[in-house]
């Protein structure tokens, strides 16, 4: 499980093509193609380059929600909001082989997401951001505390990746904690310099 995972979104100056191709090259391993209002004809043209890139530098893709253009795109996996099909059922359909995760805002959540088998839980948000629509209630440090310490006690082993307006001065706190690692969009995408910026994410 790598440490950081970008999580595509566009901004004024960057669409998700260039915004994933900036973070490629600044060292990121996980690409998470996130097109909540696209059509699956504007996915798959976006995604198929998406794709490639994510080939050519060795990296882990995923995309968000659309289990039905896993194969088509030759994605590694699929992450499943609240809202999307359950995790137990989207393995059935693509396999042990894949990658599935789950979007978690409280401890039922990670418990239900453990008992359907996935294989990491994406958990937040940290706090408020705009790049996400209907945001669930902010959990800051103490809110991941909480919930790490719980599956300690409940024995679930899962990978927590913490997301949700996480900036680079927030990182070392939550590995510190024990977060097994970070997803990032907007500290990225919105910084002067991506690429740097995703470097120095790393490097934390």
């Not at 893709?61 to 992450?79: I, K, M, P, Q, S």
């Not at 839980?121 to 408020?128: E, L, Q, T, V």
Request: charged residues 20%.
């Amino acid at each position: 499980m790598t440490n950081i995972q970008f999580i595509t979104h566009e901004n004024k100056r960057f669409g998700y093509i260039e915004g994933t191709e900036l973070a490629l090259r600044g060292g990121c391993k996980w690409v998470q193609l996130r097109m909540k209002n696209a059509t699956d004809e504007q996915f798959l043209s976006v995604g198929r380059q998406v794709a490639a890139l994510c080939r050519n530098y060795h990296a882990t893709f995923l995309l968000d929600d659309r289990v039905h253009l896993v194969h088509e795109l030759g994605a590694d996996g699929v992450h499943l909001g609240k809202n999307d099909m359950p995790v137990d059922e989207a393995r059935t359909l693509l396999g042990h082989e894949k990658i599935i995760g789950g979007t978690a805002n409280t401890f039922a959540d990670i418990q239900r997401l453990a008992t359907q088998g996935a294989n990491y839980i994406g958990c937040g948000p940290f706090r408020y951001t705009t790049t996400k629509q209907n945001l669930a209630p902010v959990l800051g440090l103490k809110g991941y505390e909480t919930l790490l310490n719980q599956m300690k006690d409940a024995q679930i082993q899962i990978p927590l990746i913490a997301i949700g307006g996480i900036l680079h001065d927030d990182i070392s706190d939550l590995l510190g904690i024990g977060v097994s690692g970070i997803a990032i969009s907007g500290a990225v995408l919105n910084a002067e310099n991506p690429k740097e910026e995703m470097e120095k994410l790393i490097k934390i």
